[in-house]
T-cell receptor
Framework: DAKTTQPPSMDCAEGRAANLPCNHSTISGNEYVYWYRQIHSQGPQYIIHGLKNNETNEMASLIITEDRKSSTLILPHATLRDTAVYYCIVRVLNTGGFKTIFGAGTRLFVKA | KAGVTQTPRYLIKTRGQQVTLSCSPISGHRSVSWYQQTPGQGLQFLFEYFSETQRNKGNFPGRFSGRQFSNSRSEMNVSTLELGDSALYLC??????????????FGEGSRLTVL
């Protein structure tokens, strides 16, 4: 599975959009991009995933560049409860099992 | 529906002992994966099970083992505990098979302290 690179930390003002970048320059054609977040002392929570098209759900939007070498997770209106560590991972989706390789993630601080 | 359940939530062991952790996946999920989380190494993949078979394994010594039962419940075992095994052990489940979207549902974890 491809490796990802994320900034170690970011700040965001409450109510503003939080844009979290992820670099996955070695991604393969059949690897999906997944985003999870982990609030202190809890298990990670799935946010969104995509292959090559932009995706949106009730939590966030995922923008994947045309060459698929990077992506951005957008939290449109960040709240204090969005303060967490955000992980970007890439993995193959197949029936043969998987290894999920987490990087260090980005610690997002949402400030009032 | 009930989420992923891990037991015990907290436990303390001493060096040299062994420990067994349990994970009950979401009903209908057939894939279970395990992770170790420490401040120094972050989240690291241990292994993944599907239909009672280990399909993938991370880079951990043989002291770390696991199994999955026919009802998809899974256990992991760590033998001859070392101080460095102190960590939060997380379990995640997913549908598995052809319907799997890759979305992992994590439990709250079992926090192991080795003294």
């Amino acid at each position: 599975d491809a490796k990802t690179t994320q900034p170690p930390s970011m700040d965001c003002a409450e109510g503003r959009a939080a844009n979290l970048p992820c670099n996955h320059s070695t991604i393969s054609g059949n690897e999906y991009v997944y985003w999870y977040r982990q609030i202190h002392s809890q298990g990670p929570q799935y946010i969104i995933h995509g292959l090559k098209n932009n995706e949106t759900n009730e939590m966030a939007s995922l923008i994947i560049t045309e060459d698929r070498k990077s992506s951005t997770l957008i939290l449109p209106h960040a709240t204090l409860r969005d303060t967490a560590v955000y992980y970007c991972i890439v993995r193959v989706l197949n029936t043969g099992g998987f290894k999920t390789i987490f990087g260090a993630g980005t610690r997002l601080f949402v400030k009032a | 529906k009930a989420g992923v359940t891990q037991t015990p939530r907290y436990l303390i062991k001493t060096r040299g002992q062994q420990v067994t952790l349990s994970c009950s996946p979401i009903s209908g999920h057939r894939s279970v994966s395990w992770y170790q989380q420490t401040p120094g190494q972050g989240l690291q993949f241990l292994f993944e099970y599907f239909s009672e078979t280990q399909r993938n394994k991370g880079n951990f010594p043989g002291r770390f083992s696991g199994r999955q039962f026919s009802n998809s419940r899974s256990e992991m075992n760590v033998s001859t505990l070392e101080l460095g095994d102190s960590a939060l052990y997380l379990c995640a489940s997913s549908l598995g098979g052809a319907r799997d979207t890759g979305e992992l549902f994590f439990g709250e974890g079992s926090r192991l302290t080795v003294l």
